[in-house]
């Protein structure tokens, strides 16, 4: 698989199979090509593989087939430490008994380079991350967000021509988490180094790669730039795993080079263009809750009765900015449907019990056949 600019990947994972035996196939012949200074995000839930991928990387488990190679080096029976390539770990394991400032030169120390370029170093790195300050602190007088810049730190004082980030911001709360991510973004590009992360956060990894590959049982579903994902999802896993969606079961009616009409148990879909498939197969529908548009009236979509469907508001969720709705619809089934509240104090309020219309645009769908 090429890089985004089709040029050769500076990192390139070749057709790579972890293999544990007993059937226990954690990652089943992967291959990416990943360019200098991308950060690339390996998401999915736990067990799908990510994790042993990046531990193969690091060179804590040996791949079972394929090659890893790091900028026309081949990885293959070199330990972690001989590798350029240095990890950051969920828990930041900073040394507690040391100061930020000598955890950061505790690397640099171990591979014995002179007094005066660990000191210089140290101090550039200190001050890549704000930390010039607290030098001498030790990490428990730090808060999480400090903690995790002084890991960031000792990560790439050793100038490392890969990075690698385990879940990296996983032991901070919500507010601080989203708070950090830019930061570490623009450390990371600042440095200018590749960086493979993996997270289980489809926010934090849309937020902070350039692009994702989502995993399931040790394979790459998709890889593509965050918006590619998750507007254009590949399969009815993707389009499930990443933000909220609402799937709709359904048969192809009409298939027509620009539109396709589709059935579904509560409502018909006419969507803008065409798909590569047969009328009366089956296919799902895929709509994100903030491409409906929610309403009192029947609404004209310009299509007769396809693109709405009525309901009644089963659950509301107020979240500040926006607005989710539940709408229990006649078979059953429930349509999430997101709302901007772009006026403080709108005059006809939807609540529980009240009858609705969703109605959306015939380029809001996507049609997954897988």
């Known amino acids: 698989m090429a890089t985004p600019g089709g040029a050769q990947g500076y990192l390139q994972i070749q057709d790579v199979v972890k293999d544990f035996g007993g059937g ?8 990416i090509d990943i360019a200098q200074g991308e950060i690339f995000a390996l998401l999915g839930s736990s067990g799908c593989g990510k994790t042993t991928l990046l531990r193969m990387l690091a060179g804590f488990e040996t791949p079972s087939a394929g090659r890893i190679v790091l900028d026309g080096q081949d990885l293959a029976g070199l330990p972690p430490y001989e590798r350029p390539i240095n990890m950051m770990f969920q828990s930041y394991a900073l040394f507690p008994h040391l100061s930020v400032w000598d955890n950061i030169a505790f690397g640099l120390r171990r591979d014995g380079l002179p007094r005066a370029e660990v000191a210089e170093r140290v101090e550039q790195m200190l001050k890549l991350v704000q930390l010039d300050k607290y030098a001498r602190r030790k990490p428990h007088q ?12 000792r990560s790439l004082a050793k100038r490392p021509r890969l990075l690698l980030l385990d879940e990296p911001l996983g032991a901070l709360d919500k507010k601080l988490r989203e708070a950090t991510q830019i930061e570490l973004v623009n450390i990371i590009e600042q440095v200018g180094v590749t960086c493979v992360m993996v997270t289980h956060d489809q926010e934090e990894a849309m937020t902070m790669a350039s692009r994702i590959a989502v995993m399931s049982e040790g394979r790459f579903l998709q890889v593509g730039a965050p918006a590619d994902i998750y507007e ?6 993707v389009a499930d795993f990443i933000g909220n969606v609402n799937l709709m079961d359904g048969v192809l009616r009409s298939d027509q080079p620009d539109h396709v009409q ?11 263009h065409g798909i590569t498939g047969t ?6 529908v895929a709509i994100r809750p903030e491409k ?3 309403g009192r009236a029947m609404p004209d979509t310009g299509f007769g009765p396809h693109n709405r469907v009525q309901g009644t508001v089963r659950e509301l969720s107020y979240f500040g900015s926006f607005t989710v709705y539940h709408l ?12 901007g509240n772009v006026d403080r104090h709108p005059d006809d309020v939807l609540s529980w019990g009240d009858t609705a219309w969703a109605s959306w645009a015939p380029n809001a ?6």
């Not at 229990?328 to 709302?339: E, R």
């Open 24 to 31: 226990a196939v954690a990652v089943n012949h992967v291959s």
């Open 142 to 153: 730090l808060s999480g967000g400090q903690q995790q810049r002084v890991a960031l730190a």
């Open 232 to 237: 254009t999802p590949a399969t009815r896993f």
């Open 262 to 272: 589709i059935d579904c148990a509560d409502c018909s879909h006419h969507v803008g």
């Open 279 to 284: 009328e009366g197969m089956a296919v799902t």
């Open 292 to 294: 409906i548009r929610l």
């Open 328 to 339: 229990a619809l006649a078979s059953g089934a429930v349509l999430k449907v997101s709302q």
């Open 365 to 370: 769908q996507v049609v997954l056949t897988q």
